[in-house]
């Protein structure tokens, strides 16, 4: 039986309001995904051992 969570499909806030973005949302069900910060492009990658990567 999968006891995962499903994926949201929408950040939600914790208790002191930091968002909270689910990865595989991200990454739209794959591994990798590309983040713009100010001009910089940042690769997250998520490990098959289900952690993450963030390089720039």
């Known amino acids: 039986m999968n006891m995962r969570p499903e994926p949201m499909l929408t950040p939600w806030l914790t208790a002191d309001a930091t968002p ?3 990865a595989r949302v991200l990454t ?3 591994s990798l995904a590309k ?12 490990t098959r051992q289900g952690k993450l990567i963030l390089t720039k």
């Open 20 to 22: 909270v973005h689910e």
């Open 35 to 46: 983040i713009l910060l100010d001009g910089q492009i940042y690769t997250l990658r998520i």
């Open 28 to 30: 739209e069900g794959g």
